[in-house]
């Protein structure tokens, strides 16, 4: 069933929802002010925020002349949103904030401040609310114009931000965890971006660790192959989907007989080394493995400017220089005794700003008569006493480049040509002499599941024990939970649990990648894709095999990225193909189609009347505008429009408290109020083109082209993409 929308209630329970919706985005935690602090704001006119800012600075002046109050002294001018656009547009409480320093009623004081507010452009008046609330009506025809026409805005001064994210194991296919990944790392890039923030968006890849190792160890050790052989595997094969296949019976392999892992530690040691063919299969399987996750990463429109390999930090010695600034600052130090011995080890700080040394034990940790898990230890083993170092060592040395502290830089090489520039990739030797300027960013978001808290805490704490607590103060781990399968789409999928089993009692069907449980990711968006497209053929069967694959491909996609950014990153989510999919309720194909619906209202107003968008916003100064100001005794239309200016306001709220679920529920509310102003009596779709009336048809129509921009621009910042036709 195509969404039909819900009934004028809903609009005014969105617009009740607008009042709490701002109020959260005022509880914000001290570390999320300081972040939004770094990055200057954009002021792009489109939209909302820039006649905050004006209505907030005549605000201020306003207070500092009526009353006298010093600029220290005066409270933020908080503003949101009445219940209904009868009462006004904006909305403030500064009265009430204000009554016990003037010793007044807020009433009285919201009085005093709509008295002598004066003019303002953009406001039409200022009236007190007689519960002291000071409200706004802004001038509707003027604000509609302005942001139908403003120009695109430039890029704010501010430093680079850094985001990493997606960081699959070069040793195997893509699964579904990895797609959330993904999602949030790519949203994030996008409303950094929309802010104007310039972002480096890196992809690190892990061609050295224990992952790859055993893939290289099912190749020499449960297949006997050589090099040579292993490239023709990956000319004639999926290869990524052969990897998977076989890093599971390595697994297995594993457990039969726990002395073959000394197998994994030697070729390990080989990898690391160089210069052997355990190494050529492990770079070989890695650069094959890569390319793959990027043609599955392609799909869900998500990119990268640099893919850093891992090797690379140790033939160039990052890690060398960053371990003898950790041992000069003791940091870290060697272990001569215990379980531990031969290691090297950092302390770890449950308090963060502790003094460097201050938590380094004064009585070794002895394997004998301590029972604790590695994460509940107080030292974690940097180098191990074979010499190989872990990966917190190699993150370290990467988190040090990446704020520009490690003093040392990799050469670069191009890894894909791509029609809009080559993707570049870090390289040990042999790189080019013109390339992009990488690291040294103001910011470095690193977009791992919360699993990797722990170390993600050791970054900053050996960043605070070198001297450089303000590269802590810029180092977030943008964390997110795990991805789950619902117990209807494991069934389809084929991953359904026992039904007497413990697992088919739970919520949610857990899979495991290791174990060769997993769910690829090109397997579920293929699904996705064929199942739209069978949607798209029975609803549309004039359109040809061409178009209804690529509009298939785009609902698909529209699925999975919505599906994956809608739930708080701090939930597991269950995967459930049905409702990923759904035209009806929150999901990314209804507010594509919501879309969609705009595109085709103006394309038939414009066929009608025979103006293109420009001569009908240059044509609207001389229109009156009775419909906009709701001469008729309805808000509707603009209720809609001022609704869909919000969304810098919305994605202030996300980059301040980095949760996606917010830009998602804000494009999901605008689409379900578009969807109910379409189909309101008496503005249904038919009184929008048939309309009798110039005037009302054409603000009608203004609005619909507003409301279609600010919905777009949403799904952009999602990733997700519009169809002309559903």
């Not at 950790?326 to 963060?352: F, H, N």
């Not at 003093?407 to 390339?435: I, K, M």
């Not at 189609?593 to 240059?618: C, H, P, T």
Request: charged share 25%; with cysteine; net charge neutral.
């Amino acid at each position: 069933m195509w969404p039909e929308g819900p009934t004028k209630r809903s609009i005014a329970r969105h617009e009740v929802a607008a009042i709490s919706f701002s109020a959260a985005a005022r509880e914000l935690d001290s570390r999320s002010r300081a972040l939004n602090s770094h990055f200057t704001r954009r002021i792009d006119r489109s939209m909302i925020l820039p006649l905050h800012q004006r209505l907030r600075t005549h605000i201020t002046q306003l207070l500092h002349t009526l009353y006298a109050l010093d600029a220290d002294a005066l409270p933020a001018v908080s503003l949101d949103y009445p219940p209904n656009r009868e009462l006004g547009d904006l909305g403030t409480p500064l009265a009430f904030e204000l009554a016990r320093r003037l010793r007044k009623a807020p009433r009285v004081i919201a009085q005093e401040i709509a008295s002598a507010f004066g003019s303002l452009p953009g406001v039409r008046r200022v009236a007190a609310a007689p519960n002291g609330y000071l409200n706004v009506h802004l001038e509707r025809p003027p604000f509609l114009l302005e942001r139908l026409a403003a120009a695109a805005p430039g890029p704010a001064p501010a430093g680079k931000a850094i985001v990493e994210h997606t960081a699959i194991n070069p040793n195997k296919a893509a699964h579904i965890g990895h797609l959330r990944n993904a999602a949030l790392g790519d949203t994030l890039v996008r409303v950094l971006r929309f802010r104007g923030v310039p972002v480096e968006v890196q992809n690190y890849i892990d061609d050295t660790g224990v992952q790859v190792a055993d893939v290289v160890v099912g190749f020499r050790e449960l297949e006997g192959k050589r090099l040579a052989a292993i490239r023709q595997i990956a000319e004639t094969t999926r290869f990524d989907y052969y990897c998977w296949d076989l890093y599971a019976r390595v697994t297995d392999w594993y457990g039969e007989d726990k002395e073959r892992l000394q197998v994994r530690a030697r070729t390990l040691h080989d990898i690391e080394h160089g210069g052997n063919e355990n190494a050529e299969i492990a770079a070989f399987v890695a650069d094959r493995i890569v390319r793959c996750h990027l043609q599955t990463m392609s799909r869900m429109n998500v990119d990268y400017d640099l893919l850093t390999w891992e090797g690379d930090i140790l033939r160039l010695r990052f890690w060398a220089q960053a371990f003898e600034v950790l041992k000069s600052k003791r940091a870290v130090y060697l272990r001569t005794d215990g379980r531990l011995a031969g290691c090297w080890v950092m302390p770890i700080q449950e308090d963060l700003d502790a003094a460097p040394g201050s938590d380094i034990p004064s009585e070794p940790v002895d394997a004998a008569t301590d029972d604790r898990d590695e994460g509940e230890e107080r030292e974690k083993v940097i180098v191990r006493s074979n010499g190989v170092v872990t990966y917190v060592g190699k993150d370290i040395a990467y988190q040090f480049w990446k704020l520009g502290l490690l003093g040392r830089d990799f050469n670069y090489r191009q890894f894909v040509e791509r029609p809009h520039g080559p993707l570049w990739a870090t390289s040990t030797a042999d790189g080019v002499a013109h390339h992009p300027p990488f690291g040294g960013a103001a910011y470095v978001y690193n977009v791992i599941d919360v699993r990797q808290s722990y170390l993600q805490k050791l970054l900053k704490q050996a960043l605070i024990n070198v001297g450089h607590p303000e590269g802590a103060e810029r180092s977030h781990h943008f964390s997110y939970e795990m991805v789950a399968l619902s117990h209807a789409t494991a069934r389809e999928l084929g991953h359904a649990p026992a039904p007497d089993s413990d697992d088919a009692k739970r919520p949610f069907v857990e899979v495991s990648g290791r174990k060769g449980l997993g769910v690829k990711a090109d397997d579920l968006l293929d699904m996705l894709v064929r199942k739209a497209g069978e949607e798209v053929a029975k609803r549309n069967p004039e359109l040809d095999p061409a178009d209804t694959g690529n509009t298939a491909r785009l609902i698909g996609i529209a699925a999975v990225r919505y599906f994956m950014i809608k739930f708080s990153r701090d939930k597991v989510i269950a995967f459930d193909l049905e409702e990923a999919l759904s035209f009806v309720g929150e999901s990314g194909p209804y507010i594509q189609y919501a879309v969609v619906r705009l595109n085709n209202i103006f394309q038939k107003l414009q066929q009608r009347d025979g103006l293109d968008e420009a001569a009908l916003v240059a044509s609207l100064a001389d229109v009156p505008a009775g419909e906009l100001e709701g001469d008729s005794g309805g808000h509707e239309l603009w209720a809609l429009v001022l609704d869909a200016a919000r969304l810098d306001e919305v994605v202030e709220q996300v980059v301040r408290t980095l949760e996606f679920s917010v830009i998602a529920k804000y494009a999901f509310s605008l689409a379900q109020s578009f969807n109910a102003f379409y189909n309101l009596k008496p503005v249904s779709r038919s009184s929008i083109l048939n309309e009798t009336r110039d005037d009302v048809r054409r603000w009608r129509a203004a609005g619909v082209i507003y409301v279609r921009n600010q919905l777009t621009r949403a799904l952009d910042l999602m990733g997700i993409e519009v169809p002309v036709r559903m």
